[in-house]
């Protein structure tokens, strides 16, 4: 089976740098992917990790470490509208979600 | 470009009444997915299609069904509702196996009274 633990909540302010970290316990995959949800509307693509490693993308940047079973999400120049939740998922055919981290950025 | 179309986006059914969410991409995608999501937690897969005439469970099958007559469209088929299928569920579809990047409809959100 597969299963995913990333920390429920994460609180941080306007301007600063947040890491949300997601481990993970599955038999083989081939990747690992980054939602953004903000409240009430559908999960949009930020970032996949096919390989081992950094991948940036403007003020966000993911990693992956296969070795560890362990990957982040790392958001850069915090805004107001970064508050949202944040989901990694596995990639075996199909995707398997955590259960998400709720971060609220303060001014 | 209208990307993946979820009807309807709310709805309220009684116990034990049956309907189907309709969901529909024109990206010509050949993988497509359902999710629910309840409050406050992650995606839980209920069923998945790798193309036309292929379907497959995922991990919360049961209660519902799934069919795939055409690439466009994807169906979810509600029998006998329990309060327990009080949820938002979502469509999504990817243009390929394991590239780890879905396209979600905005979702459909169904209360079971």
């Known amino acids: 089976g597969q299963s995913l633990e990333q920390p429920s909540e994460v609180t941080a302010v306007e301007g600063a740098i947040v890491q949300i970290n997601c481990t993970y316990q599955?038999?083989?995959?081939?990747?690992l992917s980054w939602y953004q949800q903000h409240d009430g509307g559908a999960p949009t693509f930020l970032s996949y990790?096919?390989?081992?490693g950094l991948e940036e993308t403007g003020r966000f940047s993911s990693f992956l470490s296969r070795s560890d079973s362990y990957g982040y999400l790392l958001l850069q120049e915090l805004q107001m509208k970064d508050s949202a939740s944040y989901f990694c998922?596995?990639?075996?055919?199909?995707?398997?979600f955590g259960q998400g981290t709720e971060l609220s950025v303060k001014p | 470009n209208a990307g993946v179309t979820q009807t309807p986006k709310f709805r309220i059914l009684k116990i034990g009444q049956s309907m189907t969410l309709q969901c529909t991409q024109d990206?010509?995608?050949?993988?497509m997915y359902w999710y629910r999501q309840d409050p406050g937690m992650g995606l839980k897969l209920i069923y998945y299609?790798?193309?036309?005439?292929?379907?497959d469970k995922g991990e919360v099958p049961n209660g519902y069904n799934v069919s795939r007559s055409t690439t466009e469209d994807f169906p979810l088929r509600l029998e006998l509702a329990a309060p327990s299928q009080t949820s938002v569920y979502f469509c999504?579809?990817?243009?390929?196996?394991?590239?780890?990047?879905?396209?979600f409809g905005e979702g459909s959100r169904l209360t079971v009274l």
């Open positions: 998922a596995v990639c075996r055919g199909k995707l398997i």
């Open positions: 599955t038999s083989g995959f081939y990747g």
């Open positions: 299609s790798v193309g036309a005439g292929i379907t």
């Open positions: 999504a579809s990817s243009p390929a196996k394991n590239t780890g990047e879905l396209f």
């Open positions: 990790n096919g390989l081992d």
């Open positions: 990206m010509n995608h050949n993988y």
